[in-house]
């Protein structure tokens, strides 16, 4: 039997204990984490009947309430690279297109593509973004020759079963010079919730690994970064007590009481910033010490040189 090396490194793998009927396997240098099973099928049907992902589309009146740690360090990276020009993004996996909402307001041509069917509706009708998000696939887009100076990847690699084949794709979509941006959940975090087992979440990634796949298809990384937020991990951590394990959902189950689990949801999506400014002194302190929780954001470049 032919040995299997991790495919972000090519280092050896460490088989852990199965969870469920998926396969567990862990790079012994980049720390990448894989969940499989032969029956795991990626169907948009999964997320566009999911209790959680349900609630999400009705959750937030004001789109900017959705905005979290890794879409403004994208931001910022953005705003200090491109200062000027006509700037073309794509959002892969834009859920409901707030993140395209947020970027249209800051003068870039956005689009998005998600293949969840009603959160794309929702977007159009809700958000008005009409013809900026739709369920587009990746090979379409680059069939009609689509290319984007900046390229983002929310929170999307840990759902997929084939990581190296998906970024391959998403970099023929890539001017030269353009930037492709990533975030995921950290594998280093300091509490796992439910939400990063699967079949929600498929891998689990570190900065090392996610570079590893960037490196094998001809982009460098230029910036990368791990979030400590106590914020994030209080509401998560409680927010697991306000679920009932026997009603299953892709994050741990439905929430007991949907009208005040909302209303508690709205008013801390109210609350992030100011809660993420009082709480920035312990986040600097718990970082210094080694603590991560939730994010990490890796960004890379595809220069001429490299993308020959």
Known sequence: MNE????????SLLELDPYQNYKHTKCVNCGLERFVCVDTLIESSIYENDADYIDDLNITKNSEDLILWHHSKA???LEKKFQSGHISSLDIGCFNGFFVKKL???GYDAHGIDFNKDAISFGKQKLKLESRISTESIE???????????ITLFEVLEHLNNTNDFLSNVCKLLKEDGVLIISTPNNKMCWRPALDYPPHHLSRFTTKSISGYLTQIGLKTVYSSEQMSCYELI??????FFRAKDNPSLRGGEFKNKNLTTIL???MNKLRKLL???????????YILGLRYISLLVIAEKSKTLSK
């Open 4 to 11: 299997i090396n991790c495919d972000s490194c090519n280092s």
């Open 75 to 77: 931001i910022t990276f």
């Open 104 to 106: 249209l307001t800051l």
């Open 140 to 150: 379409t887009l680059i069939s009609l020759g689509n290319k984007y100076n900046a």
């Open 235 to 240: 509401r998560h951590y409680v927010g697991s």
């Open 265 to 267: 949801r709205r008013i």
């Open 276 to 286: 993420n400014i009082l709480f920035l002194p312990i986040d600097k302190m718990l």
